[in-house]
């Protein structure tokens, strides 16, 4: 896409540049370090952060994968773009839809902290690992992705829904409700909480979510000027990792409520994508990889999809979703 200045941009290089966020904690604290790399970068323009409430926040007492909207996240502040409310938003990278609405375009991928997911115990457990925790402790996550690794490595633990901005759910095992929960490392450790992580979850057990440790920001795709404005914040070497896990998503069709994990390893210019599509019980799990250049991410991801989907990828994922829709 040409981002030479289009003749609606050209009379607005003063204009206070709006930016959508959520209202979480951890989203604001996000947003506004984005909105502080920018003023570094501009420090002659403007800019403001609006914030909106989506339905993923609103609808705290049913678990996501039932609510079946792959927009819980982005849908309100995708409007507020195109209405011109805002002028571009602030998204986890792993709540963004691989299929943006018509008009909406990802305007830039920054650099990654730790994608991995962390495990975080309850005080009488500290002395655990997750391959130590005794049987039947109760292990709470939200994410089918994770639901489906760990009961295939640990059949002997239990697993229970848990919602709630990440405040709510740690008073929430702290409280005894849980015995576990499993986060991610990066939005614990972008809140200042690095002391909760107990372990790291390897790789080899739990690959972790599509763009997990990334931001998206998500623009309008004609807005030249904030295209130019958001190229301050791209991180190639981490665009390229998410392009092809994003490339492995769309492909397979999965929203983030499907148990599809990926892992990416850049070494120089070639890019390996690793990625799994697990059953709900993790009694069927399918695995494998892909290297090769970093500049045709994109395609690895879609040949990654369609090895795994030979290998009954799909079979999988068609099982899982009409366990869902039968709710």
């Not at 930016?19 to 370090?33: F, N, P």
């Not at 005794?134 to 489906?148: F, I, N, Q, W």
């Amino acid at each position: 896409m040409s981002l030479a200045a289009s003749p609606s941009a050209s009379n607005t290089s003063t204009r206070t540049i709006r930016i959508g966020s959520r209202k979480s904690q951890l989203a604001l604290v996000q947003t506004y370090w984005v909105k502080d790399q920018l003023q570094k970068a501009f420090p002659d323009r403007a800019f403001e952060v609006h914030t909106m409430s989506t339905q993923g926040d609103k609808i705290l007492d049913v678990a996501l994968a039932k609510i079946g909207d792959k927009g819980l996240f982005t849908k309100e502040l995708e409007v507020g773009m195109i209405n011109g409310d805002i002028d571009f938003a602030v998204h986890s990278l792993k709540d963004l839809p691989t299929r943006l609405p018509e008009g909406l375009m990802l305007g830039c991928v920054t650099e990654r902290e730790n994608p991995a997911d962390a495990l975080v115990v309850h005080e009488q457990y500290k002395d655990k690992q997750l391959e130590t925790l005794p049987e039947g402790a109760v292990v709470g996550t939200s994410s089918l992705r994770r639901l489906a690794q760990l009961r295939h490595h640990f059949p002997h633990l239990s697993f229970k829904d848990v919602r709630g901005n990440l405040n709510t759910r740690l008073a929430k095992l702290d409280a005894g409700e849980y015995d576990a929960l499993i986060l991610a490392v990066a939005g614990l450790e972008r809140l200042g909480m690095s002391d909760r992580i107990h372990q790291a979850i390897p790789a080899e057990i739990s690959l972790h979510a599509v763009g997990q440790g990334a931001l998206g920001i998500e623009c309008r795709a004609d807005d030249a000027e904030i295209l130019e404005l958001l190229k301050a914040l791209q991180h190639q070497p981490t665009a390229d990792r998410c392009y092809a896990e994003r490339a492995f998503l769309r492909e397979l069709e999965g929203g983030c409520q499907v148990p599809i994990g990926v892992n990416t390893v850049l070494d120089g210019d070639s890019l390996t994508l690793t990625g799994i599509v697990a059953s709900l019980d993790g009694q069927k799990l399918v695995k494998d990889s892909v290297t090769g250049p970093a500049a045709e991410a994109e395609r690895l991801g879609t040949e990654l999809a369609q090895i795994l989907r030979q290998q009954g990828a799909q079979d999988i994922l068609n099982e899982i979703l009409a366990t869902i829709q039968r709710g």
